[in-house]
C-alpha cells in the first residue's frame, strides 16, 4: 500500500470520532507552525521533534487498523493531548523546566493512561475467552503492574540515554543535605552527614572550574523516583475507578468506557 494511501487511510478511521478528529487537526496545525518557525530559526532539533510528533499523531489509528480495535474518541483526544504536551510544549518549547511540576504532570498522566492501555488489553481477553474468566480485582492488579512497568522501563531509557549521551532526561535537583558512606572516614558504612550545603564547586581534569550555587547537585535518582511516584499514583487512580467498574458492570462509569479499548465487530 503506498504511503499517501496509507495515510489517508488513517484518516479516515480518525473521522469516525468527529470531535476528536477535530482536536488532530488542529494540533497538527500547531505543530505543522512550530516546525516551520522552528526551521526558520534553525532549531532543526525542534523540526525533528516536530515530525515526530506528526508521526506519533498517527499511532492511535495504526493500532486501529493493525490489531482490528476500537480506540474510543476520548482516550484518542487524550493521547494526542500528551503528546503535544510531552513534544511540542515540553521539549520545543522548554515547558519541562519553564513549568514547575510540568514533567510530573505528564508522568502522573501516563500512569493513568497505561493502566487503562493494560486493563483494556486483559479485559478483552477476559470477555472474549470461554476458558478464562479473570476476578475483577486480578485484572485491576494487572493493570496496575502493566503500568508500572511501562514507567520503569522509560526510566531505564532516559538512564541510558544520560550514560551514553549526557542529554540530562532524568532531570537535576539541587539539594541541601546529603547522606553518605562512601564519605565515611571510618569506612564502617556509618552515613556521613553533610548539611546546610550553600555551595558546590566542581574541578575538571582540564582545568574547568564549574560553582554549583545553593547546594549539592543530585543527578537523576530524585526525579526518577519522584516519576514512579507519580506513575504510581496514577496507576493507583485508574485502578479504583476500573475495580468499581467493573464490580458494578460498567454502570453508570461513562468516563471509563470512554478509555476501554474494544475489538472490532
Avoid at 468527529?18 to 500547531?30: A, M
Avoid at 486480578?138 to 503492574?145: D, E, K, M, P, R
Avoid at 541510558?160 to 540530562?168: C, N, R, S, V, W
Avoid at 539541587?174 to 558504612?189: A, E, M
Wanted: include cysteine; aromatic fraction near 14%; glycine fraction near 8%.
Amino acid at each position: 500500500m503506498k504511503i499517501r494511501q496509507y495515510i489517508k487511510r488513517q484518516k479516515e478511521l480518525i473521522k469516525e470520532h468527529k470531535g476528536t478528529y477535530k482536536l488532530y487537526k488542529f494540533l497538527r496545525f500547531l505543530v505543522i507552525v512550530t516546525a516551520v518557525l522552528s526551521f526558520l530559526r534553525g532549531s532543526y532539533e525542534s523540526v525533528a521533534l516536530c515530525i515526530l510528533s506528526l508521526l506519533l499523531f498517527l499511532l492511535p489509528s495504526i493500532f486501529e487498523e493493525k490489531l482490528r480495535v476500537d480506540i474510543p474518541g476520548l482516550f484518542q483526544g487524550i493521547i494526542y493531548l500528551f503528546i503535544f504536551a510531552a513534544e511540542i510544549l515540553g521539549e520545543v518549547n522548554h515547558y519541562y523546566t519553564a513549568i514547575l511540576g510540568w514533567d510530573t504532570m505528564l508522568h502522573t498522566i501516563n500512569g493513568f493512561l497505561c493502566a487503562a492501555i493494560g486493563f483494556s488489553l486483559v479485559y478483552i481477553l477476559n470477555r472474549n475467552s470461554k476458558n478464562i474468566n479473570l476476578s475483577p480485582f486480578y485484572l485491576i492488579l494487572v493493570s496496575f503492574c502493566f503500568s508500572m512497568t511501562i514507567g520503569v522501563l522509560w526510566e531505564f531509557i532516559e538512564f541510558t540515554a544520560d550514560e551514553l549521551f549526557y542529554l540530562d532526561m532524568q532531570k537535576d535537583f539541587i539539594i541541601k543535605n546529603i547522606g553518605s558512606v562512601t564519605l565515611d572516614p571510618t569506612h564502617s558504612q556509618i552515613p556521613y552527614q553533610v548539611k546546610d550545603i550553600i555551595k558546590t564547586v566542581i574541578y575538571t581534569k582540564g582545568g574547568t572550574q564549574v560553582v554549583i550555587p545553593n547546594g549539592y547537585l543530585d543527578i537523576g535518582l530524585l526525579d526518577t523516583m519522584k516519576d514512579l511516584l507519580v506513575n504510581f499514583i496514577g496507576a493507583i487512580v485508574f485502578s479504583v475507578i476500573g475495580y468499581f467498574y467493573l464490580k458494578n458492570e460498567g454502570k453508570g462509569h461513562h468516563f471509563l468506557k470512554g478509555l476501554i479499548v474494544k475489538p472490532k465487530p
